[in-house]
């Protein structure tokens, strides 16, 4: 199933596509953290506004860009553990917390899925063998940020920005550590991750687009579908995020 009908199942269902933006101002008391990412591409600039929820708390996160048949294009930016797939808290073995290799499908399973590269072991995720170019990875962000970032290369004037979110140990009443026993994967995610959108336009008059929740990925990462059940058993999860905008910049 397409993800299109995806989306318009879930606006049959709902009534409405669920808005993750009560607003875009960042909160006065705040100063977003600047980060950037690709500043070597050649296409078009692009800002993106994240105003952390009153749930955030380290997330792991992705944005990247397809075309409007679903076709993926390039990744902008992916937190830093997942793309190199070390974590910095990892590796146990000497009794102290020390960083490692580990494998975490399902954190970001649309953005690895969608990226299409899969390693040795089956998985989409990325290895240290096998890593996301240090231009595109980052560490996360530990509050609200603008991401000043670009596409590679001059693609097409309409496109698909996509923005994953996920945070472990988000757990809830639904969403428990003991709903799926005996898939040690499941409990590295817990709340599955959620994704958001935004179709750009480039000859448009808009120059800014809030992203739009959209779904949310496999609890288990087994595949790379936009899932729109279940938005009733999600807490948490849907305050990582009070907005999200992308932003046409000329950087």
């Known amino acids: 199933m397409s993800r299109h009908i995806l989306y318009t199942a879930l606006l049959m269902t709902t009534g409405i596509l669920i808005n993750s933006c009560s607003s875009s101002k960042i909160p006065e008391a705040e100063t977003p953290e600047v980060i950037k990412s690709n500043q070597e591409g050649s296409g078009q600039p692009l800002q993106i506004k994240f105003i952390k929820g009153e749930a955030h708390n380290h997330p792991l996160m992705a944005v990247w860009v397809e075309d409007e048949n679903e076709n993926f294009i390039q990744t902008l930016f992916v937190a830093e553990s997942i793309g190199k797939g070390i974590f910095q808290h990892a ?9 490692g290799a580990i494998r975490r499908p399902a954190a970001l399973p649309v953005w690895s899925h969608s990226r299409g590269v899969k390693e040795n072991d089956g998985l989409f995720i990325p290895t240290p063998e096998n890593a996301v170019a240090d231009a595109y990875t980052g560490a996360t962000p530990t509050k609200s940020f603008k991401l000043n970032t670009r596409l590679d290369n001059s693609g097409p004037e309409r496109f698909v920005v996509y923005f994953e979110i996920n945070q472990t140990w988000d757990w809830n009443e639904y969403w428990t550590n003991n709903k799926f026993p005996n898939d040690e994967v499941y409990k590295t995610s817990c709340q599955p991750a959620l994704i958001y959108k935004a179709v750009v336009d480039l000859n448009d ?29 999600m807490t948490t999860a849907l305050n990582i995020a009070r907005s999200i905008v992308v932003i046409e910049s000329d950087q």
């Open 91 to 99: 590796d146990t073995t000497s009794g102290k917390w020390l960083p």
């Open 205 to 233: 008059d808009i120059k800014e687009y809030t992203m739009e929740l959209v779904g949310r990925g496999h609890h288990s990462g087994q595949d790379g579908k936009i899932y729109t059940d279940h938005y009733e058993t």
